[in-house]
């Protein structure tokens, strides 16, 4: 699997709808993740933090997204359930539902990647994409 997008910028609201703007050909899936991975970058990190997105896909149609930031810190953490009136903490499990599986790579001693795969078809009814399918992996 090679790289068939990759978009350098500074994390900022304004980027995050230029992030899905740069991806509407992979599909709303993949646009969704993006969005609260960069998002989620923001969030966490700060405005203007330098974040890589990779999106690449296989010959049989699966599609990873990468995010990569600087702060090896700050990982990602899927909430079990969100308070129907909190402002955020869905933007994970909005992946979870989206993606076969999601995890985390220290790709750097300065950084780490956030990535999911989604697959090339929509799931069979009453199929549950990435139930459990959570790895957090040191490189």
Known sequence: MRPDTTLELLATPAEVS???RALRDYGTDVQLCAS???T???QHLGEGVPVTVRVSRDDGGRTRLEVTDPDPRVLP?????VDADAESG????????LALRW????????GKTVWCEL????????AVPGAGAVSVVSV
Do not use: Q
């Open 18 to 20: 230029g992030v899905r």
């Open 36 to 38: 609260e991975l960069v």
């Open 40 to 42: 989620n970058v923001i």
């Open 77 to 81: 953490v899927l909430h079990a359930a």
């Open 90 to 97: 869905r933007g994970l499990a909005l992946v979870e539902a």
């Open 103 to 110: 995890g985390v790579v220290h790709s750097h001693p300065g």
């Open 119 to 126: 697959g090339a078809t929509a799931p069979e009814s009453g």
